[in-house]
Structure formats: C-alpha cells, structure tokens
T-cell receptor
Framework: EAGVTQSPTHLIKTRGQQATLRCSPISGHTSVYWYQQALGLGLQFLLWYDEGEERNRGNFPPRFSGRQFPNYSSELNVNALELEDSALYLC?????????????FGPGTRLTVL | AQSVTQLDSQVPVFEEAPVELRCNYSSSVSVYLFWYVQYPNQGLQLLLKYLSGSTLVKGINGFEAEFNKSQTSFHLRKPSVHISDTAEYFCAVSGSGSARQLTFGSGTQLTVLP
C-alpha cells in the first residue's frame, strides 16, 4: 500500500513569490493535515481538511491557505513568501474517524525562501 | 487548549543501555497520546499510541510508554538501545471533534553512542 506522498521534495523561492505544495493521502483516507517544521519553532499545525472542507487552522496568517480536491489530495499555498517561511512542510492523512484519528506522515517538502 | 512538554532536548546514551524520554502534557479534556520518531531528512513515523484501556503501551522497535493520568505524563522507554535508534523523538497529543490535529512537544534528540 502506498504511503502519503508529497511534491516537490525541495522548493526554492524568493521573497514575495508564491509557493504551492502538494500532498496525496493514503488510499481510503479522507482527512489531510498540514504541519510546518521550522528551525527553532518545532512542529506546528497549519491546516486540516476533511471531505473537501477546511475543518480547522492553526495560528498562521491568511497568506497560508489550501484546498482539498474530490480525490482527497490537497495543496498548500503560501503567498507573499517571507524568509521565515523557510521550513519543512509535512502532510499527514487519516481515516477521518470521530475518535482517535491516527495520522500517517509523508516525507515532507523542504521550502527555502531566499 | 493542549500543550506538551518534553523535558530533555538531548539525551545521549551508550549502546545497549536503557533509555527514558520524558513527556508531560496538559489538557482540559481527554486526549489521545502519541510518540513519533523522525530520522534525518525524513517525515514522522508513529512509534506507539495511547487511546484508552491499558496504561502500558507497546510499540514498534521495542519501545513502550506508560500513561499516567495523575501525573499527566507519557514517558517513552526502551530497555536496550541500538545505534539505529539515534533520531529525534516527538511526543504529541490530539483531541476529538474539531481538535483532532496533533500538538507536538519540542522534541528530544536521542543519540546512541558506541
């Protein structure tokens, strides 16, 4: 069974540009979560999508946005990039269960903002 | 709101010695508890989880953890470590309903010395 996949592996942008990161969940999973792992800031929750809807978002500015497609894949968009957006962005998928919702992580996209 | 504290940022230990990585959490509601491992330049892999029931949880690679509700702790243990256990370990909590995202601790770097 294929795991969570993310693309691209690495992404280099300059300040002010936009970045688009993509995530394909495990087959049968309907929920997708996005996390940011920035140096010195640890792992922080960004966004949660389930059945095509945004269910919750973390404490990030509106220039971080995303969507979930009918096939449950997802993309994360970061507008007006700032240097501090440089980080590893991790996507996780889950079955979307009402109780404990075990999340399975992809390998991440390393975003570098110059 | 939920929070997780990992008390040790770095833990060096000799090969074949036992190890304990400490984790304390706070939450106003019932939570689910997880330990993840991250090898360099990779995503997160689930080691073990506590959802309910027995407070002693066994995971992969010989790791186990004990949930202590009165002390709000979920410490990770392994009786004998190997060089290959060198990695960063994250404790995390999640809730239910609209709070299913993971809240992570700051991580503990475990370094196994020969």
């Amino acid at each position: 069974e294929a795991g969570v996949t993310q693309s691209p592996t690495h992404l280099i942008k300059t300040r002010g540009q936009q970045a688009t990161l993509r995530c394909s969940p495990i087959s049968g999973h309907t929920s997708v979560y996005w996390y940011q792992q920035a140096l010195g800031l640890g792992l922080q929750f960004l966004l949660w999508y389930d059945e095509g809807e945004e269910r919750n978002r973390g404490n990030f500015p509106p220039r971080f946005s995303g969507r979930q497609f009918p096939n449950y894949s997802s993309e994360l968009n970061v507008n007006a990039l700032e240097l501090e957006d440089s980080a590893l962005y991790l996507c996780a998928s889950s079955l979307g269960q009402a109780g404990a919702d075990e999340q399975f992580f992809g390998p991440g996209t390393r975003l570098t903002v110059l | 709101a939920q929070s997780v504290t990992q008390l040790d940022s770095q833990v060096p230990v000799f090969e074949e010695a036992p190890v304990e990585l400490r984790c304390n959490y706070s939450s106003s509601v019932s939570v689910y508890l997880f330990w993840y491992v991250q090898y360099p330049n990779q995503g997160l892999q689930l080691l073990l989880k506590y959802l309910s029931g027995s407070t002693l949880v066994k995971g992969i690679n010989g790791f186990e953890a004990e949930f202590n509700k009165s002390q709000t702790s979920f410490h990770l243990r392994k009786p004998s470590v190997h060089i290959s256990d060198t990695a960063e370990y994250f404790c995390a909590v999640s809730g239910s309903g609209s709070a299913r995202q993971l809240t992570f601790g700051s991580g503990t770097q475990l370094t196994v010395l020969p």
